[in-house]
């Protein structure tokens, strides 16, 4: 008899078990990695995914942080902030979208004198720049716009005055071009590594030594903490994290020293009207020229930085940058390059003397004029000098002498005078700590001839170039600067300073927290012997019968060695220029001084000298114009 069980169950083969077990295995291990991710994410990561959540619903508004003062060297406030009242919109608490929000737009721009429209549009700007942030329509209002809206918030709701903080330039026009300009962080510079992590609608420096270091001046911001809801709306405010100042800055300038140039530029006829007119131009360079610090330094025209706190409307901007009102904002002494007229002669020397084209001793006949081919170049108002070697040649400003120098180093070949232009600092940036220096130009044969070839000039280079390039004159462009760190080079000894502004980083309080290094001085080997002849030309300049500054320091009481110059500059007047070296142990001084279409270097830029050299001294300053009329 057949069993009916045994027809209906097959027995199960190793095949098949092999399968089911494998199929098992599979299914625990997918059952057990579900189990263990699930433990992981609600037991061992539950904190931080909690976190995140907060995080998701709180949001940190920026707290602006006030920015470092500035002083200077002996710890006098130059620049720093001012209390100020905004007039801020916070767009939670504004009533909703429709009649009543534009009945309050138009009460408030009667308030603000602003359209109502432009209201709006700046509240959506601000908001999508920076969401959740409270929109800021007015910096800097009156106390009466601020009593107003006080008193009257059920007229303004959403609307409140908020304590802010302004740069402050309590000297106004004083060294503006130095300190330099702040402003809201553009989107450019937020691309750049200078601001890398600062945000937007962040104040940062846009020049001067507000730039070179803005990093410290900047402060660290606070935060004020609203909390969201899922949508992004604010539901209420939390704490707030309060703000660090920025760090004070101590600079080397010595304000009774700035002070005194702008008296002097005044003086001189150099500064701007009142509104923005057109008046002479110039720049002057104070520096230590044993270590380089920058003890004065201004520009002319020159202008209020104070309007630089606030958004500054574009047409004014346009003045300011603009050549038809002297370019207030360019730092001439610094940026601006001009042929440097008979100062040059002074490098002109160095030159001579140490390639061995003249000793100090070396007779030079002046007999008032020289020819070179076709060409004949005179001493300045027909003067005849006669015999002397390259101390009187100083003395006297000599342009006949320095003409035959350029003379003969053309004919030496190997770009004598230039190269020793180069390695006494021009033709080249100084690396002072504000930016936009510019290089100038020292013009070269080779230079020259590239022009010509690429039909950008006339004519290749000729000995004619190289006589005017001995003197100062041509296409040569320099800046003050420039200028005062070649003088100090001579003066030191070789020692080609790194001019600098900032001296240390500090607290509060005044304590030093970083000194700031302005890198190496290079060094030229100039020669005691060539040293000595020079600065002996230039002391006889401004004190010896006959010397081109002599009138000028007449009575002055200090031993000063300084040299005038007179540019060509084209159609232009003639460009007034003096560089002065006052030896001391204590308080040693070099100062380039310029004055566009000022005349003779005696009538002018060297006055302007001799007033900023008493004020340095401590004696009674005096505008004294000389009678020179030699370069």
Known sequence: MIDPREDRFLPITPQLAF?????GGVAVTIFALIFFRLWFLQVLSGDQFLATANDNRIR???????????????????VDNRISTAVVIEPEKLPPPGRERIALYRRLGKVLTMPPKKIRKEIKAQRAALPYSDVTLKDDVSQVVYTYIYERQTDFPGVKAQRVFLRRYPRKTLAAQLFGTVGEISPAELKQSKFRGVDQGTIVGKSGVEYTYDRYLRGKDGARRIYVDAL??????????????????RLSVDIDLQNAGEEAMTEAGVATRATLGAGKRGAFVALDPTNGEVL??????????????????????????????????????????YPTGSTFKVITATAALESGLITPQTIVDDPGSVTFGDITFKNAGDAVNGPLNVVRALTVSSDVFFYKMGAQANGAGGDIIQNWAKRL??????????PGEFKGLIPTPAWRNRLFKREETDRPWSIGDNVNFAVGQGDIQATPLQMAVAYSTVANGGRVVRPHIGLRVEDGAGRALQEIEPGAARRVKISQSTRSAVLEGIRGAANDPGGTSTDVFKGFGREILGKTGTAERGNQADQSWYVAYAPDARRPIVLAVTVEQGGFGAEAAAPAARYMLSEWFGLKKKFVVGISKTR
Do not use: C, W
């Open 60 to 78: 940190d508004v920026r707290v602006p942080a006030p920015r470092g003062d500035i002083v200077d060297r002996q710890g006098r406030t130059l």
């Open 19 to 23: 399968r089911v077990a494998v199929a």
């Open 296 to 337: 004065a330094m201004g520009s002319y025209p020159s202008f209020d930085p104070n309007i630089f706190a606030k958004p500054v409307p574009q047409n004014l901007f346009k003045k300011l940058g603009a050549e038809e009102y002297g370019a207030p904002l360019l730092n001439r002494a610094t940026t601006a390059t």
């Open 425 to 434: 600092g021009l033709g080249r940036r100084t690396g002072i700590d504000v």
């Open 232 to 249: 992004g709306r604010t539901k209420n405010r939390g704490g707030e994290i309060q703000p660090d100042k920025g760090r004070q800055l």
